[in-house]
């Protein structure tokens, strides 16, 4: 008989210590799991270090050296903080800026603080619980509304057979690799790949296909010569992009750049080509930064040149108006800094008209230019997301009205396991920001705000 009990007490005390292992195998589950796998809990342990040895171990260096461009590597260990960070790995970011064209690697993006800016708040969701982190690592919710401003602001995470994916406004899909909880109050999910939002593109073809407003200059400049491809990510140039109300409020019909046939001008055509090649000037030109304010700036026509001039908005901004035709023409800039491979894209409300010039011949080409118009490329895409979906920073914040005891509530939800699915879910779980927070927004976003429905 004590044979028999000792046997059976064995047995319990073995089944208890599988269970127990078995129970530290699942919560150390995220911090291995592999592309593709659904974290099933908390990492083993938290990550109380933000030291270069973290994220060397973590493979996540070129993501810490975008955090030391924007200047936020302080901010974002601040144990005040409470956020969570979408990270893309080393191998991700290389081919990010290969994709951009950027030869140099982190050199070239060095030289674009703004880029830097614009892929940090892409891939950060500030005063978010720790609650609503967990479940969000998990794939619960349908969308995310993360501090990219503008379009395509959001992110859709989903859960899938092959584990859990992170999707952009522009059909890019990126794996989760791990997550990782840091000081208690973050979370760092680690993907596979660099995520795009409406303030950066590889190339015109992509500006074109989701930014429908741009897509007549995009035509143009390749049609006009000016891009040998829409596909080309090296050219290193300013661009002036009007709407495509703006073309059609001038009366300029961009079929005239390839009509060959006797009934057109060459005369005309030169013309517009001309026209359009002032809408570019050479090198990187960031507003306000790029441009000083009444300094005659050359453009690709070549003996031409254009001004951007700054007024004040009020509330402490300022707008920028391009001045062209000798000043004869202003011009609001609408839209600033949308980066374009190694361009520079701003929106503007019409279409420059360059001044007078007696026997003025366009320039050289630039590198990735063609000397001469090339056939018309096939028409843009549709878009995939035609409305601009709002400032981040709008949906970052608690609306008014929404107490503490509502986002309670929607914590508690959280904790019940409701699942939740729409970004205003999401909206409503967000606290106030503390001075942490706001001091890694402020660093973060631009000081002037898009006005895309004047472009």
Same mark, same amino acid.
């Given at each position: 008989?004590?044979?028999?009990?000792?046997?059976?007490?064995?047995?319990?005390?073995?089944?208890?210590?599988?269970?127990?292992?078995?129970?530290?195998?699942?919560?150390?589950?995220?911090?291995?799991?592999?592309?593709?796998?659904?974290?099933?809990?908390?990492?083993?342990?938290?990550?109380?270090?933000?030291?270069?040895?973290?994220?060397?171990?973590?493979?996540?260096?070129?993501?810490?050296?975008?955090?030391?461009?924007?200047?936020?590597?302080?901010?974002?260990?601040?144990?005040? #903080?409470?956020?969570?960070?979408?990270?893309?790995?080393? #191998?991700?970011?290389? #081919?990010?800026?290969?994709?951009?064209?950027?030869?140099?690697?982190?050199?070239?993006?060095?030289?674009?603080?703004?880029?830097?800016?614009?892929?940090?708040?892409?891939?950060?969701?500030?005063?978010?619980?720790?609650?609503?982190?967990?479940?969000?690592?998990?794939?619960?919710?349908?969308?995310?509304?993360?501090?990219?401003?503008?379009?395509?602001?959001?992110?859709?995470?989903?859960?899938?057979?092959?584990?859990?994916?992170?999707?952009?406004?522009?059909?890019?899909?990126?794996?989760?690799?791990?997550?990782?909880?840091?000081?208690?109050?973050?979370?760092?999910?680690?993907?596979?790949?660099?995520?795009?939002?409406?303030?950066?593109?590889?190339?015109?073809?992509?500006?074109?296909?989701?930014?429908?407003?741009?897509?007549?200059?995009?035509?143009?400049?390749?049609?006009?010569?000016?891009?040998?491809?829409?596909?080309?990510?090296?050219?290193?140039?300013?661009?002036?992009?009007?709407?495509?109300?703006?073309?059609?409020?001038?009366?300029?019909?961009?079929?005239?750049?390839?009509?060959?046939?006797?009934?057109?001008?060459?005369?005309?055509?030169?013309?517009?080509?001309?026209?359009?090649?002032?809408?570019?000037?050479?090198?990187?030109?960031?507003?306000?930064?790029?441009?000083?304010?009444?300094?005659?700036?050359?453009?690709?026509?070549?003996?031409?040149?254009?001004?951007?001039?700054?007024?004040?908005?009020?509330?402490?901004?300022?707008?920028?108006?391009?001045?062209?035709?000798?000043?004869?023409?202003?011009?609001?800039?609408?839209?600033?800094?949308?980066?374009?491979?190694?361009?520079?894209?701003?929106?503007?409300?019409?279409?420059?008209?360059?001044?007078?010039?007696?026997?003025?011949?366009?320039?050289?080409?630039?590198?990735?230019?063609? #000397?001469?118009?090339?056939?018309?490329?096939?028409?843009?895409?549709?878009?995939?997301?035609?409305?601009?979906?709002?400032?981040?920073?709008?949906?970052?914040?608690?609306?008014?009205?929404?107490?503490?005891?509502?986002?309670?509530?929607?914590?508690?939800?959280?904790?019940?396991?409701?699942?939740?699915?729409?970004?205003?879910?999401?909206?409503?779980?967000?606290?106030?920001?503390?001075?942490?927070?706001?001091?890694?927004?402020?660093?973060?976003?631009?000081?002037?705000?898009?006005?895309?429905?004047?472009?």
């Amino acid at each position: 008989m004590r044979n028999w009990q000792t046997i059976r007490l064995l047995y319990l005390v073995a089944v208890r210590l599988a269970a127990r292992q078995a129970l530290l195998a699942s919560a150390a589950n995220v911090a291995g799991s592999s592309r593709g796998a659904i974290p099933s809990g908390w990492p083993n342990g938290i990550v109380t270090s933000c030291s270069d040895a973290f994220w060397a171990q973590q493979k996540l260096t070129l993501w810490k050296q975008v955090l030391d461009i924007v200047g936020v590597s302080k901010e974002l260990c601040n144990p005040a #903080a409470r956020y969570l960070a979408f990270a893309p790995t080393n #191998a991700a970011l290389t #081919a990010f800026m290969a994709s951009m064209g950027f030869e140099q690697g982190i050199s070239d993006l060095q030289q674009r603080p703004g880029l830097a800016r614009e892929l940090l708040a892409m891939h950060l969701v500030l005063a978010l619980p720790p609650d609503a982190q967990q479940q969000l690592a998990k794939g619960r919710f349908a969308e995310v509304p993360t501090e990219a401003q503008g379009l395509f602001g959001r992110l859709k995470v989903k859960v899938t057979a092959g584990g859990v994916v992170v999707a952009d406004g522009q059909g890019d899909a990126a794996h989760l690799l791990k997550v990782l909880k840091l000081q208690e109050n973050k979370t760092v999910v680690i993907l596979d790949r660099v995520l795009f939002s409406g303030r950066y593109y590889t190339s015109f073809a992509r500006l074109c296909n989701h930014r429908p407003p741009a897509s007549d200059m995009c035509s143009a400049l390749f049609k006009a010569g000016v891009l040998h491809s829409l596909a080309t990510n090296d050219f290193a140039s300013t661009v002036f992009v009007p709407g495509n109300k703006a073309f059609a409020s001038a009366g300029i019909q961009l079929s005239a750049l390839t009509d060959t046939s006797s009934h057109g001008s060459s005369a005309a055509r030169a013309a517009l080509v001309d026209r359009i090649r002032y809408h570019v000037v050479p090198g990187l030109h960031p507003i306000p930064g790029g441009f000083k304010s009444g300094m005659a700036q050359a453009t690709l026509l070549q003996g031409r040149q254009l001004k951007v001039v700054y007024q004040p908005a009020g509330n402490g901004t300022q707008e920028a108006f391009v001045l062209a035709d000798a000043g004869r023409q202003k011009v609001p800039v609408v839209v600033t800094d949308i980066y374009v491979g190694q361009a520079i894209a701003h929106g503007i409300t019409s279409v420059l008209q360059p001044p007078p010039q007696a026997g003025a011949a366009s320039s050289k080409p630039l590198p990735g230019t063609a #000397a001469t118009p090339t056939p018309t490329p096939p028409a843009a895409a549709a878009a995939r997301n035609s409305k601009p979906a709002g400032p981040a920073a709008a949906a970052a914040a608690p609306k008014a009205g929404v107490s503490s005891s509502s986002s309670s509530s929607a914590a508690a939800g959280l904790r019940s396991g409701r699942r939740l699915s729409a970004w205003s879910d999401i909206e409503r779980v967000i606290l106030p920001m503390n001075k942490a927070e706001t001091d890694i927004r402020a660093k973060v976003h631009r000081m002037n705000k898009e006005q895309e429905e004047k472009w």
